[in-house]
């Protein structure tokens, strides 16, 4: 695909570019050229869109498609055409599916149904066999397959030892642990947040303890073994702060939080509308602010949708039966808009790539087109209409939104929403 974006906003601060709004000729993935007003060539497609920014194509650190075992909630190819109109042209692949990614054969099989799509697919393998915390499972074929990294989707390995082991295991060929914390005798039936809200409610709360407790073991195994680990969707004051004292420390660790507890608080759940129930829970106006500093200091490494589809079936219930997870990338970048600056959601949507070992290359002549297409103008409300996804289960239904993601190119192809 031959093509010429016409007066785009560069914002890449890696690019000599940065913050010029130039023209950027594209063929065959490869950036031609970026210049002002560059000649129309023949066999080249004029993109013109208003407002248009581009940078680096963004990532998503943790994402659920269903597929296999989970189609009617979402498929892969479907998924991954949400994706690159939501923005992105990379996204990692959670292991929640059944049967679960814990093999080779697995992660070969998501990989293969993701084959030549514009938005790319790396599998987060299962840390253990089917999620179950008792064995570890074949973590070096899944890498040798094409794993980025292992863990358990939304569930904290109550074994410290087997995680001790496999902190030490995957030190061997440069392996990422994804450390998910909830202790699960702590949080107990626990529904959502402990406090005000969840007592007003009459609902279990689950304390800030249950999660702050898990990091504090993790990171003490971390400082022990050595290697990398992963915490994902921090959402607790004393979390980042354990979190930044590591760091301190020289230990490898890094952290997501999501889009929603950034940008939404337990208020929400007055109306016992279970599209607000998610793992973690949505936490108090407090809290919410504490991680928004933490990543506008740079504690919290970045930001994922932690986008999650469930079927009406195990959504439109009682809050206590209802499944947790909220779908999340068609509204990420309008709901981080507002409440961060554009550079930092830029920064943030792109920086785990380094956190999982995939490249990202800068917008500059030469180099492989990776790129995410978007606006910062306009305020609109995010409606069932705006839902691409197989199933609808958003939080942010009815919410008011900044600006727009437009689409993507990547892998040599134009996606547009």
């Known amino acids: 695909m031959k093509l010429i974006l016409r007066k785009a906003n560069v914002i890449d601060p890696q690019s000599p570019y940065h913050n010029q709004v130039l023209d950027i000729k594209l063929a065959d993935g490869i950036i031609e050229e970026i210049a ?41 190819s479907n998924g991954l055409v949400v994706a690159a109109k939501s923005g992105f042209t990379a996204i990692a692949l959670q292991p929640n599916t059944a049967p679960v990614l814990d093999n080779q054969s697995q ?9 030549a799509s514009a938005t790319l697919l790396f599998p987060i393998g299962a840390l253990t066999k089917n999620s179950e915390g008792t064995d570890l499972a074949e973590l070096f074929d899944m890498k040798n397959a094409g794993a980025v990294a292992f863990g358990d989707y ?19 060929f440069d392996g990422l642990v994804i450390a998910f914390a909830q202790d699960e005798k702590i949080a107990g039936a626990g529904i959502a947040n402990e406090g ?43 979390s980042i702060q354990l979190i930044k004292e590591a760091k301190a420390k020289g230990l490898q660790v890094t952290c997501s939080v999501t889009v929603h507890h950034l940008v939404l608080t337990d208020e929400m759940l007055s109306g016992f509308d279970t599209r607000y129930k998610v793992s973690p829970p949505l936490r108090t106006e407090s809290d ?21 589809p469930m079927d009406i079936e195990h959504k439109k219930l009682e809050f206590d039966l209802a499944k947790n997870g909220t779908i999340g990338l068609e509204s990420a970048f309008g709901a981080l808009l507002t409440v961060l600056p ?9 920086a785990a790539k380094s956190i999982f070992n995939i490249p990202s ?49 990547n892998n040599g192809q134009l996606v547009l929403g």
Request: glycine share 6%; charged share 20%; with cysteine.
């Open 288 to 308: 919410r602010q504490a991680l928004i500093d933490a990543v506008l200091d740079g504690t919290i490494d970045c930001i994922t949708s932690d986008h999650n």
């Open 154 to 172: 939304n569930k904290n390995v109550t074994n410290a030892n087997l995680l001790k082991i496999a902190l030490q295991y995957v030190q061997d």
């Open 107 to 115: 992660i070969n099989f998501v990989k293969y149904k993701a084959n």
């Open 361 to 409: 290359p800068s917008i500059n002549v030469g180099n492989i087109a990776a790129i995410s297409l978007f606006t910062t103008k306009g305020e609109w409300q995010f409606t069932k209409e705006n839902i691409l996804s197989k199933s609808k289960n958003s939080a942010f239904l009815n919410t008011q939104m900044k600006g727009k993601a437009l689409g993507i190119y």
């Open 196 to 238: 005000e809200v969840a007592t007003r409610l009459g609902l279990k709360g689950i304390p800030n303890l249950a999660e702050e407790l898990i990091i504090a073991r993790n990171l003490s195994l971390l400082e022990y073994t050595g290697g990398k680990m992963h915490i994902p969707t921090v959402s607790t004051p004393q």
């Open 36 to 76: 002002k007003d560059i000649d129309v060539a023949d066999g080249y497609k004029e993109i013109v869109l208003e407002h248009l920014q581009v940078s680096q194509g963004w990532f998503d650190s943790s994402v659920s498609l269903g597929e296999p075992g989970f189609e009617d909630r979402e498929t892969i």
């Open 342 to 350: 554009l550079e930092v959601v830029v920064q943030k949507l792109t």
